[in-house]
Every structure is written in structure tokens, then in C-alpha cells.
């Protein structure tokens, strides 16, 4: 078995195949990037409504709860599949990239925002009572008072999320977006071992995902004693 | 955008897709009391073992929480048969699953033994309780709370996870789904079924294992 | 016309009744303090009035204007006039002394920066803080916290300061210092409405006392009056329990 693979290594680790492999981890980050960007924006929104008294906007809390209940409840996957249908319904041209994107940013909304509640609760509430009685308004107070205390909490459990969505992107192969695990079987199918191809995909995901948890450890240390 | 959505030919399989829900749980189930007890070996190696086994015990643990589950399994089924081991799908899924539960519930169960420790010897100070007693009244409960929530959110996530065994040919809920969506082209509604079922399933999960732990461990967990 | 004047005013907690049938007026120059035990209703009257509890029935005039507790611009114009000090200090952490002191009359009322700051300097070294304007609030002692959150009130310009227990929560050699900030306040004659359990406080810097009890004013009258000659047996009854101490 090993002298197949010292035969097949100089076959495999061209040039063009790792420019190959380099761009799918190319894409596999764009889609976790956007991911994490567009669920920190709706993640903070969704939070902040969620943190809202007001009876008039009770059904938007409704609303956006069930949302998030949902996403955080169905597999990927199958929210891979009832997105690029959906699309497809609307629109037959939109590519595959877009709707991987559309996807992990439905699933990074969901679960960012709950780490993003989980931070803004942490903050007293007597806080928010004074920025009140100065006549803050709700965002004021949101983006003066509660978030600066907030990221605190928000930050290291937000590192883990990230590097599980490097994860789930994996799961945009099956709709045949070139991303690292779908770069990964076509070298496969131009008969190279799968030893190798799938040895070459997991570092590629290690070597992206490592240093964040890392990052992510070193930050909950560093913010738990500040 | 002419597309009626049409319900019917999907509520007809709905035992089939029962089914399939059914073997998602046995694939969660067989995945987390296999990973519990590689993690309990992990946690322990871990907390008493020698730097040569600690060493190993955190290669394995940041290996396998930084890598998806999809390609380790890839790599499974793909790989292993180049040196004579030929795994079924669910075999092959399984495994992977075990694997990597395993290396999360090593992390999650040393927090816990750490934590019953300081309790430990916090209540040996203060009461002068007895080490059965403070075994039945403070370590026992301890663990649950420190441990109930995060080993049900986990479960809950393995039940998502084990999604992924449908790229295998596994015929689970999602399996089922792609099965009955290529045969009826009806992917939409299957699938918005599916996403009802798995939220159903989590939701009971969740609920069965919050009630369990309020009459047991008297934790209150949330369900949502 | 009172400055402040409070007619038959009630609010509660879900189903438990706070307050009830409170009549109140304040002259302005006033310092008027609400004693009783606690749990009375001292501090949720002060709630009510800076519009942190909606009130269930009642009124409550600024000035004879009417304040319409469920509308939002109703509701700016009172927290303009009416600033609070609270318990807790509720100083922002994550800002420092000046920060804290200065951001809403500059972001909220809008006014000059410069001209704002300069007043805060100039607060800030009267309660003696001078020299922590860069410092935050957990750098500081209780009691330099809570000078900051009198500084931060008294920035505001506000026409009535309303002071919660602001010693409640600090350690008894603390006290003073507060106080001694707080007796300067009044001698300039600044309105107040004070919530205190310091008696001695109470009695020397009041112009009027008000005993509450059960959500409901029992008494109101001069220091000398409720002190030594109290009408009411619930106000006697606590007033030498206190004063027993």
C-alpha cells in the first residue's frame, strides 16, 4: 500500500493540483465568511428584536423566534436541499455558489443570534434601565451600552460556531459546489488514492479550522481575566 | 413561478419516511453510547494518564473536532478498503459518527469531572459530610447539572448530524427523503415534510430529556 | 404652582398592588424625603416617575403639564427634566468617568462638546473626582462611583434629582462622602426628591419628610414634626425603631 503511495506522490502534489486544492479551500472560507459576516448582522438584529418590550412588536418576536428554532433545528443538509429548490423555482439561473451562500447564511443566523442573545443577556439590566432614563433609544443603548459589554461573552463561543460552519460547508459537495470535499472526489475520480485525496482534505480543513479554535481558546482565557 | 405545491404524494409516505426517522434515532443512539464511552476513556486518560497518553488523547481530540465528520467518513469508506477493510455504509457512518462524538464528549465529560472536583472538595471542607453522602448529595447532582445540558445538546445535534449518513446511501429520514423526491420530483414538499419531522424529533428529544433530568437530577433545562 | 405634583397615582407588579393613592406636591427648592421600611413603595414611586414603571392610574404633573406615561415624547420631556441616581451607581462599564458623565447631554441634548465637558470637569472636581476623569468605574471605590452618577445627573441640568438609597449599597465609611455631596446639593438649592434609610441625613437636610407605608403615604410633614411630633402611630412606630439604632 505504501509503495503506491510513494509512487503516486509525485503524480499528486503538481503544481496545478494543489493551485486546485488551494482555490476549494479558497471557496470553502468565501462560504464561511459570508456565513459568519451575514449571521452577525441578522444574528444581532434577531437578538435585538428579541430583546424588545414592546406589545405592538410581540408578533415579530414570535416570528423571528420561530426562525431561529427551525434553523437550528433541521440538518444542513436538508436545508441545502429545500434552499436550492426553492431558489430554483424562482429562478433558474442562479449558481450553486449562491445558493450554498443563501444556506449557510440561513443556518449561521440562526445560531450566531443565539450566542449573540446569550451576551446581550449577560449584561445587567439595571445598565440598560440607566441608558433608559438618559433617553438612549433602544439602538443607542444596543450599540452603546449593550454590545460593548456584550462581546465579551459573545466572542469565544462565536469562534466555535465559525469553525463548525467551516465544517458544515463540507456538506455543499452534495449539490456540486466546488468547495474543498467536492475538489476531493474529483481527484478521486482521476485515480488518485483516496489516501492521499482525503489525507490532502482533512489538512486542508485542519489547517483552516485549527488556528481558529485555537484563536477561540486563547480568547475565552484572555477575556474571562480582563 | 408557476409551481403549486401539491402535499399528497408526499403524506402517502409518510410511514416510509416514520421509518427513517426511526433509524436517524438508532444511528444517533448507537453514535452517542459508543462515543460516551470512548469519551469517558478520553476524559479520564486525559485527567490521570502520562503526558505520552495525554499527548495522544489531544491529538485525537483536536484532530477530529477540526475536521468535518462528511470527509472522515469519506475517508472510511473511500480509503479503507485500499488495505482490505470493506465497511458498509451504516457500518461506515456509525464509526465515523462514534469517532467523533467521542472526541467532543472527551472534552465536555473532563469539564465535568473537574468541576465535580472542586465541589468535592469544597463540600469535604464546609460540612464534614461523609463520602457517601456528599457522593449521593453533592457530587451526584453536581455532575448532572454541570453535564445534563451539554450532553443533551449534543444529542440533539448528533440526531442533525446523522443526516449526513443519506450521502452514503444510508436510507435514514434524509435518505428516504432523496429517495421519495427523485421518484415524485416533488423535492420542496418532501423535504419541508422532512425539516418538520427532524424539528418534531429534536423537540422530543429535547423535551423527553429535560423531563428526565427535572425527575432524576432535578435540573431544569430548557427545551427551546 | 408645585413643581412637581403627584395626584392619586397607583402601579403594580402583575397582581401585586405597589402603590396606591399617592398625592404628592414638591415646590421648587424643595428637598423632600420619603421615609419607611423597605418595601414601602419609596423607590418604585421614584420608578414610576422616571417612567421605568407604568403607572395604572393617576396623574403626574411637571410644571402643570400633564406627563403621558405610554407616549415616547412625553416620556423624553420628563427624563429631560428629571434625572435619578441610582442604588447600584449604574455607572457604564465600559466607559470611563468623563464618557459617562458627558454622553448624554452631548449625544442626547445635543450640546456642544467643549461646553459640555468643561461643565463635567468642573463637576466632577466639585465631588472631588478631578483627578479620576480617564478611570473606570471598576477602578473606582462605591463611593467615587456614586459621585460619578451624581456628577453624570447633575450634568444633565436636570429641574427635579431624584436620589435612590445612593448609600444604600456602600461600605458605612463610604457614607459620608456621598452625603457630604449631596448636603452641598441641597444647599444650593437644587429640588430633590430623596429616598434614604439615613436618618440623621434625612432629618438635617429635608424640608419636607414624607412616611410611606404598604405603597400608600402615611404622613407628610417638616423633619421637626415627623420626628418628634408624629400624628400617625405607624410613623412613631418606625420612627423610634430607627432612631433606636
Known amino acids: 500500500m505504501f509503495d503506491r503511495l510513494i509512487e503516486e506522490a509525485p503524480r499528486f502534489f503538481t503544481y496545478y493540483n494543489m493551485i486546485f486544492v488551494l482555490q476549494a479551500m479558497g471557496t470553502t472560507l468565501l462560504l464561511t465568511a459570508a456565513g459568519c459576516i451575514t449571521g452577525f448582522i441578522f444574528g444581532f438584529i434577531i437578538a435585538a428584536i428579541r430583546a424588545t418590550r414592546d406589545p405592538l412588536l410581540k408578533p415579530l418576536r414570535f416570528l423571528v423566534i420561530v426562525y431561529v428554532e427551525i434553523f437550528r433545528r433541521i440538518p444542513f443538509l436538508v436545508t441545502l436541499f429545500i434552499v436550492m429548490f426553492a431558489v430554483q423555482i424562482v429562478s433558474r439561473n442562479v449558481s450553486l455558489f449562491a445558493i450554498a451562500v443563501l444556506s449557510i447564511c440561513m443556518l449561521s443566523t440562526a445560531f450566531l443570534s443565539e450566542v449573540i442573545r446569550a451576551g446581550m443577556e449577560s449584561v445587567p439590566r439595571l445598565q440598560i434601565e440607566a441608558a433608559e432614563t438618559l433617553n438612549f433609544g433602544f439602538w443607542r443603548t444596543q450599540f452603546r451600552v449593550v454590545l460593548p459589554q456584550a462581546w465579551k461573552v459573545i466572542i469565544p463561543p462565536a469562534f466555535a460556531f465559525m469553525v463548525m460552519f467551516i465544517k458544515d460547508t463540507s456538506l455543499a459537495s452534495q449539490m456540486g459546489v466546488i468547495e474543498l470535499t467536492f475538489t476531493g472526489k474529483s481527484l478521486m475520480n482521476r485515480g488518485f488514492s483516496p489516501f492521499l485525496v482525503y489525507g490532502v482534505v482533512l489538512a486542508g480543513y485542519f489547517v483552516m479550522s485549527y488556528p481558529l479554535s485555537r484563536l477561540g481558546a486563547y480568547l475565552e482565557k484572555r477575556l474571562a481575566s480582563a | 413561478m408557476n409551481y403549486t405545491l401539491q402535499y399528497s404524494v408526499v403524506l402517502q409516505q409518510l410511514p416510509y419516511l416514520l421509518g427513517g426517522a426511526l433509524v436517524t434515532l438508532q444511528v444517533a443512539f448507537l453514535s452517542f453510547w459508543l462515543g460516551a464511552v470512548i469519551g469517558l476513556f478520553g476524559a479520564v486518560g486525559k485527567l490521570k494518564g502520562n503526558r505520552l497518553i495525554r499527548g495522544l488523547i489531544n491529538a485525537y481530540v483536536v484532530f477530529f473536532t477540526n475536521t468535518p465528520a462528511l470527509v472522515q467518513i469519506f475517508f472510511l469508506f473511500y480509503a479503507l478498503p485500499d488495505v482490505g477493510i470493506l465497511l458498509d455504509p451504516m457500518t461506515a457512518v456509525v464509526i465515523g459518527m462514534t469517532v467523533n462524538t467521542g472526541a467532543y464528549l472527551t472534552e465536555i465529560l473532563r469539564g465535568g469531572i473537574l468541576s465535580v472536583r472542586r465541589a468535592e472538595i469544597e463540600t469535604a471542607e464546609v460540612l464534614g459530610m461523609s463520602h457517601l453522602q456528599s457522593l449521593r448529595y453533592v457530587i451526584l447532582p453536581h455532575i448532572a447539572k454541570t453535564l445534563f445540558a451539554p450532553l443533551s445538546n449534543f444529542f440533539v445535534w448528533l440526531v442533525l448530524g446523522s443526516s449526513m449518513a443519506a450521502v452514503f446511501g444510508v436510507e435514514e429520514l434524509t435518505g428516504r427523503a432523496i429517495n421519495i423526491s427523485t421518484a415524485n420530483l416533488r423535492t420542496i414538499e418532501t423535504f419541508s415534510v422532512v425539516a418538520l419531522i427532524y424539528i418534531a424529533l429534536t423537540v422530543i428529544a429535547s423535551a423527553a430529556l429535560a423531563l428526565v433530568g427535572r425527575w432524576c437530577f432535578r435540573v431544569t433545562a430548557r427545551i427551546f | ?245
Not at chain 3, 10 to 31: C, P, W
Not at chain 3, 149 to 163: D, N, Q
Not at chain 3, 170 to 199: F, Q
Open chain 3, 1 to 245: 404652582m408645585p413643581l412637581l405634583e403627584v395626584k392619586n397615582l397607583a402601579a403594580s407588579y402583575g397582581a401585586l398592588t405597589v402603590l396606591q393613592n399617592v398625592n404628592l406636591s414638591i415646590e421648587k427648592g424643595e428637598v423632600v424625603s420619603l421615609i419607611g421600611s423597605s418595601g414601602s413603595g419609596k423607590s418604585t414611586l421614584l420608578r414610576v416617575l422616571m417612567g421605568l414603571l407604568k403607572p395604572n392610574a393617576g396623574e403626574v404633573r411637571i410644571d402643570g403639564e400633564k406627563v403621558d406615561y405610554g407616549s415616547r415624547s412625553s416620556l423624553k420631556s420628563i427624563r429631560d427634566r428629571m434625572a435619578i441616581v441610582f442604588q447600584q451607581y449604574n455607572l457604564f462599564q465600559n466607559m470611563d468617568v468623563l464618557k459617562n458623565v458627558t454622553i448624554a447631554p452631548v449625544e442626547i441634548k445635543k450640546r456642544p462638546r467643549a461646553d459640555v465637558e468643561r461643565e463635567a470637569k468642573a463637576i466632577l472636581d466639585r465631588v472631588g473626582l478631578s483627578a479620576k476623569l480617564k478611570s473606570y468605574p471598576d477602578q473606582l471605590s462605591g463611593g467615587q462611583q456614586q459621585r460619578v452618577a451624581i456628577a453624570r445627573a447633575l450634568t444633565l441640568r436636570p429641574e427635579i434629582l431624584l436620589l435612590d438609597e445612593v448609600t444604600a449599597a456602600l461600605d458605612p465609611e463610604l457614607v459620608n462622602e456621598v452625603l457630604d455631596t449631596v448636603r452641598e446639593l441641597a444647599a444650593e438649592g437644587i429640588t430633590m426628591l430623596i429616598v434614604s434609610h439615613e436618618m440623621g441625613f434625612v432629618r438635617e437636610v429635608s424640608t419636607r419628610v414624607v412616611m410611606m407605608d404598604k405603597g400608600q403615604i402615611v404622613e407628610s410633614g417638616t423633619p421637626k414634626e415627623i420626628f418628634e411630633n408624629p400624628r400617625e402611630p405607624r410613623t412613631s412606630a418606625f420612627v423610634s425603631k430607627i432612631l433606636r439604632h
